[in-house]
């Protein structure tokens, strides 16, 4: 039985050696469409090699995060000791600061201000596992799209196309050799990037002996006072000093709800590093929803936990 591979290989051959005439234009965009399928079908299998690669190797390099108008130069260095996840970043480019992550643990800056203005949600990327649970999510459409090169390293660029207009997509350049996330984009609703990050340099090396890729399952639903918005389940929730905060994910996106009492009216509206944020107060209680979402997303969810 021929491969795809080789299939592909001999259809290109009979492209370039027969002349396309009228008649067989039709035929050979059919063929175009067979031959995409066996693509399609594998990107789920490089999806499912991120995990993998994360768990089975050490990585160190240089990273340029990007978030808006924000640019931050990071090094890295992530090692596995036992299992156990270790991470650190730090800045290369303005203020010294540090992040260090311990498995599930994370540690920052010695001073507040350092703490708040490091880019946090660059750390919450670097782990990548949330994008190999893309894989079966039917609110996400996956595809293979182009190869590219990225630090000096061949990759496979990975589509991760939100099915509508309620959540954002992404790009992933996977290295070919490892599985190893060397660059995302992250894009709105609109098909603009609203973050990306890139390694320029890295070096891998296998973690000793053989490792074990943990599977990330999501959380089963909690019993909600919301309706779900578009797949969105709550799937965590927690109680202080008066005020709830729900968790809402879809598998790949998350949007965190905060609800407290408060006898001001008001409305607000922010976005900062690619999260948007909504605010809302009705004179009893006040409403605020935030996540790497579009805004009407944040809306809808508004609108839903007044009712």
Avoid at 64 to 70: I, P, S, Y
Avoid at 72 to 84: F, K, S, Y
Avoid at 163 to 190: C, F, H, M, N, Q
Avoid at 273 to 285: A, E, F, H, Q, S
């Amino acid at each position: 039985m021929m491969r795809p591979k080789s299939l592909l290989a001999g259809l290109l051959l009979i492209t370039l050696a027969t002349p396309l005439a009228a008649q067989e234009r039709g035929w050979l965009d059919s063929g175009k469409q067979w031959v995409q399928q066996f693509w399609s079908d594998d990107s789920g299998q490089w999806l499912g090699r991120i995990n993998g690669a994360v768990s089975n190797h050490n990585y160190k390099g240089v990273l340029v995060f990007v978030q808006g108008d924000n640019i931050n130069t990071l090094a890295i260095e992530h090692r596995m000791d036992n299992g156990v996840e270790n991470l650190r970043m730090r800045t290369l480019s303005g203020m010294p600061r540090e992040l260090v992550k311990k498995g599930g643990k994370i540690q920052r800056g010695s001073s507040e201000d350092s703490a708040q203005s490091f880019p946090a949600s660059a750390s919450g990327q670097i782990t990548f596992s949330h994008f190999a649970s893309a894989e079966g999510n039917k609110w996400y459409k996956i595809r293979l799209a182009e190869k590219a090169r990225v630090a000096g390293r061949s990759t496979q660029v990975v589509e991760i196309k939100a099915e509508d207009a309620w959540r954002y997509s992404y790009r992933l350049w996977l290295d070919t050799e490892t599985g190893l996330p060397l660059k995302v984009i992250t894009l709105d609703e609109r098909g603009f990037a609203v973050e990306q990050f890139m390694f320029t340099q890295i070096e891998i090396t296998p973690v000793p002996g053989k490792g074990k890729a943990p599977k990330r399952r999501l959380p089963p639903p909690l019993k909600s006072p919301f309706k779900e918005v578009k797949g969105f389940q709550v799937i965590a929730s927690e109680s202080r000093a008066g005020s709830t905060q729900y968790l809402f994910s879809d598998g790949l996106s998350s949007i965190s709800l905060y609800v407290e009492p408060s006898k001001l009216k008001e409305k607000a509206q922010m976005h900062r590093d690619g999260v948007n944020g909504l605010m809302l107060g009705d004179g009893n209680i006040r409403y605020v929803a935030m996540g790497k979402v579009p805004v009407a997303t944040l809306e809808k969810i508004l609108a839903q936990t007044q009712r």
